[in-house]
């Protein structure tokens, strides 16, 4: 939800980007390790889209999309490293090898079951017509 968020807000309600915002939610979700948001948050990084441009956090975030297997990321990795001086590369792959993706309390999405099942708390209706569904946009 988070990157998809995040999506949503880089690409702007009004035809304006919100990167700063697009930051936050990339952050949070790369974070939490996705994929996508991490390489989008490398992206964003690399091109000051938000934020000031901060190679050494673009480095960081392509290193832990390549490390699951992004490619793309493996090769924006690359290109960033080349642009980096040697201290500010060793510092970046130093904050890669100390990151360690967060993880979410399940408590806060977890359903306790009602004693006797989802059935037996259902309320009795009888001959009663349900209206028809309500068909549902998908979020790309």
Known sequence: AMHNLAVLTAEGSDGHPDYA??????KKAAEYGVRDSQFNLG???????????????AYLWFAVAASQGDEDAAKKRDEVALRLDALALETAKSNFAAFKAKTADLSAV?????????????????????????????IS
Do not use: H, Y
């Open 21 to 26: 915002g697009a930051l936050t939610w990339f």
């Open 110 to 138: 977890e359903v306790q079951i009602p004693q006797g099942g989802w059935d037996a708390t259902a309320p009795k209706v009888e001959n009663r017509k349900l209206p028809a569904p309500v068909s549902k946009a998908k």
């Open 43 to 57: 992206i964003l990084c690399a091109r000051g889209l938000g934020q000031a441009a901060d190679l050494p956090q």
